[in-house]
């Protein structure tokens, strides 16, 4: 699930040795679309090219990225939303509930105040119950402080990458909150020390650092220095 504006879902299924990918979202019209996609992924887990906005469809660029600024967020789109469910894990579920949004600390204050700017699907929070929920949450700061500063995450400016980082340490500790809120049921799983086999039920898991040289490139003396100022200042 996305966790931004437009709403819209990328959903996978194994099949063999291919992967089904599924797009979900409303056009203009407000009318849900769909797009489905055969991938092969066995040499692609980990490449950076394949990232989740990655969509086999170039837009107006020339790049294989989903076309959102086609989209619009519309109650349609829960009519996609038994196809969600069947998937075993759905990540950003909180779109679900109905809210959207690029501005963080909007989002926050909407999710605080029980305000989702969409109107949500009726029966989402007894549908979610029957479900295991797992916050999964960062314990090394500064490794979290490296993946935002050295990869994707990073904003035009160091000083609203900051506000980033810190709106999502904020975020994570408004999570619990809100899933008791209402009476979601969940555990806790911290990123950096807990059993992916174990709490995902998995015979085979990538190493833990499987992902960090994706960006190493990008991990020069200035994002060193990033990363130790907001460790001063911030830790």
């Given at each position: 699930m996305t966790a931004t504006k437009p709403?819209?879902?990328s959903l996978s299924k194994p099949i063999g040795k291919l992967y089904k990918l599924?797009?979900?979202?409303?056009?203009?019209?407000?009318?849900?679309?769909?797009r489905s996609h055969f991938l092969d992924i066995q040499d692609k887990l980990i490449s950076r090219h394949y990232y989740e906005e990655w969509f086999p469809i170039k837009d107006h660029r020339g790049y294989n990225c989903l076309h959102?600024?086609?989209w619009v967020s519309h109650e349609n789109f829960w009519q996609c939303l038994d196809a969600i469910l069947e998937r075993d894990i759905?990540?950003?579920p909180f779109s679900l509930f109905g809210y959207v949004g690029k501005d963080t600390h909007k989002f926050l204050l909407e999710m605080k105040n029980d305000d989702p700017p969409l109107t949500p699907h009726p029966d989402i929070v007894q549908l979610l119950r029957k479900r295991k929920g797992i916050v999964a949450y960062k314990e090394d700061i500064e490794h979290l402080v490296y993946n935002v500063f050295s990869g994707t995450g990073r904003l035009e400016?160091?000083?609203k990458t900051i506000e980033k980082i810190n709106q999502i340490r904020r975020f994570q500790e408004y999570m619990p909150?809100?899933?008791d809120r209402h009476d979601i049921p969940y555990e806790m799983f911290s990123l950096?020390?807990?059993d992916y086999a174990k709490t995902f039920e998995l015979n085979k898991i990538l190493p833990r650092d499987s992902?960090?040289?994706l960006w190493l490139n990008n991990y020069n003396q200035d994002v060193k220095k990033q990363v130790s100022n907001y460790m001063k200042n911030y830790a």
């Amino acid at each position: 699930m996305t966790a931004t504006k437009p709403l819209w879902a990328s959903l996978s299924k194994p099949i063999g040795k291919l992967y089904k990918l599924e797009w979900y979202w409303c056009d203009k019209e407000n009318n849900l679309q769909t797009r489905s996609h055969f991938l092969d992924i066995q040499d692609k887990l980990i490449s950076r090219h394949y990232y989740e906005e990655w969509f086999p469809i170039k837009d107006h660029r020339g790049y294989n990225c989903l076309h959102y600024d086609q989209w619009v967020s519309h109650e349609n789109f829960w009519q996609c939303l038994d196809a969600i469910l069947e998937r075993d894990i759905i990540t950003n579920p909180f779109s679900l509930f109905g809210y959207v949004g690029k501005d963080t600390h909007k989002f926050l204050l909407e999710m605080k105040n029980d305000d989702p700017p969409l109107t949500p699907h009726p029966d989402i929070v007894q549908l979610l119950r029957k479900r295991k929920g797992i916050v999964a949450y960062k314990e090394d700061i500064e490794h979290l402080v490296y993946n935002v500063f050295s990869g994707t995450g990073r904003l035009e400016s160091e000083e609203k990458t900051i506000e980033k980082i810190n709106q999502i340490r904020r975020f994570q500790e408004y999570m619990p909150i809100f899933l008791d809120r209402h009476d979601i049921p969940y555990e806790m799983f911290s990123l950096d020390r807990g059993d992916y086999a174990k709490t995902f039920e998995l015979n085979k898991i990538l190493p833990r650092d499987s992902t960090d040289n994706l960006w190493l490139n990008n991990y020069n003396q200035d994002v060193k220095k990033q990363v130790s100022n907001y460790m001063k200042n911030y830790a």
